[in-house]
């Protein structure tokens, strides 16, 4: 029964990281752009929640398809304005770039908000499920749900809409997609955005489970880049295998090693996925 729960939490926390991870993957598939923003934009769609459900007493899973519009609406002009004028040069160039925002938008909120870790508490509390035994906190399998919820309708949005196979096009061959009509620095900033707000969602997500606070960023972006490596970029189903991989992981080397060493554990998974699969468990050619 004791490892039924473990497996368990890590079941309901995996749902949730694919969510961190997915506009990550897809900024990084489409925009060949490693986004090291995408952590700071997590926390800044978490905060969002969090003032949402102090001052308005907003649900901050109900609330988190609004987060996300918010920093959408951030990251289309972020990129068109910002991240485009450095498109098609070397890697270092964007990584440099979206490192230096990232230095801002922690700056930022640090200002603001302090390094204060702050948390939602709902009243009155949400409780627990009980199952076989088994329990199962409602405020983690309210953000799972939604996380996965969200994730797949990005998958139904690139796979079943023309925007969706505008952006697979760009993905595929840029200037095959500019010969055939397609604007392709549109396609960038809308895929940037839409990468945006599946990191907003995510933070309003994580709000309502864990504290949050400006110095968590870097922990969210390592997790949305071991995810991608391990569930394999350019595939949505991997993003949900990655993430689920990575939940489990971390609970059950919580269990073996402790709290301290259970990330550690996940990047020497990691490494070892590099070595001997480097294209990760689902990666494919184009976004799937």
């Known amino acids: ?81 910002v991240v485009n004028p450095v498109m098609g040069r070397p890697v270092l160039f964007t990584l440099t770039l979206t490192f230096g925002l990232n230095l801002f938008l922690d700056n930022v909120m640090l200002k603001f908000f302090s390094a204060d870790f702050r948390k939602i508490s709902f009243d009155p509390p949400l409780g627990q499920l009980e199952l076989a035994g088994v329990f199962l906190p409602v405020d983690r399998i309210l953000a799972t749900s ?84 391990l569930g394999g970029l350019g595939s949505i189903p991997g993003v949900i295998a990655g993430g689920f991989a990575l939940g489990l992981i971390e609970s059950f080397g919580t269990l073996l090693l402790g709290p301290e060493l259970a990330l550690t554990l996940s990047f020497l998974v990691l490494i070892a996925l590099l070595m001997f699969r480097p294209s990760g468990l689902l990666g494919k050619r184009g976004f799937q």
């Open 1 to 81: 029964m004791f490892y039924s729960q473990v497996l368990l939490n890590g079941l309901v926390l995996g749902g949730l990281y694919a969510c961190i991870a997915a506009g990550f993957s897809l900024v990084w598939g489409v925009l060949n752009v490693i986004n090291i923003l995408h952590g700071s934009m997590i926390v800044l769609g978490a905060y969002i929640a969090y003032f949402a459900h102090q001052f308005f007493g907003l649900n901050p899973f109900l609330f988190a398809p609004i987060a996300g519009l918010i920093l959408f609406a951030v990251g289309y002009p972020l990129q068109k304005f």
């Open 146 to 229: 939604m996380g996965l919820l969200l994730v797949m309708a990005l998958w139904l949005l690139l796979r079943r809409t023309q925007l969706g196979r505008a952006i697979i096009a760009v993905r595929m061959d840029q200037q095959a997609a500019a010969l055939m009509g397609i604007d392709v620095t549109r396609t960038y900033a809308v895929a940037f955005a839409l990468g945006a707000f599946m990191a907003g969602a995510a933070g309003a997500l994580l709000s309502g489970i864990f504290p949050i606070s400006p110095v968590t960023s870097s922990v969210y972006l390592g997790k949305a880049f071991v995810i991608c490596v």
